[in-house]
Nanobody, 130 residues
Framework: EVQLVESGGGLVQAGGSLRLSCAAS????????IGWFRQAPGKVREGVAC????????YYTDSVKGRFTISSDNAKNTMYLQMNTLKPEDTAVYYC???????????????????????WGQGTQVTVSS
């Protein structure tokens, strides 16, 4: 059974840093495109960063380039999102996710990462104050 659990969210002042973690079970990160997403109240979910399955290359949405870093630790079967120079605009619930071959109710296609994501964690709140 695929399971993803996020942690590390919290309240931080603008300019500060947080590191989010996503612990996985039931699969190995190396075999899938994986990524981080976020959703603010009243807004649609957006992709933040991903690691592509085929070559393990990374992709970042423009708004976080140079500030966020996605990584994974295969030994721990955990992925991370290091977030630096946080801005109030980064405030959102952050979700980790794994691509899924077949359609599911919570299916998200992200063309830039070349994957359809269908397995999600419960999310962790990140709040950045001014």
């Amino acid at each position: 059974e695929v399971q993803l659990v996020e942690s590390g969210g919290g309240l931080v002042q603008a300019g500060g840093s947080l590191r989010l973690s996503c612990a996985a079970s039931g699969f190995s990160f190396d075999d899938y495109t994986i990524g981080w997403f976020r959703q603010a109240p009243g807004k649609v979910r957006e992709g933040v960063a991903c690691i592509r399955r085929n070559d393990r290359s990374t992709y970042y949405t423009d708004s976080v380039k140079g500030r966020f870093t996605i990584s994974s630790d295969n030994a721990k079967n955990t992925m991370y999102l290091q977030m630096n120079t946080l801005k109030p605009e980064d405030t959102a619930v952050y979700y980790c996710a794994r691509e899924k071959k077949y359609y599911s109710r919570d299916y998200y296609s992200w063309a830039a990462c070349g994957a359809n994501f269908g397995s999600w964690g419960q999310g962790t709140q990140v709040t950045v104050s001014s």
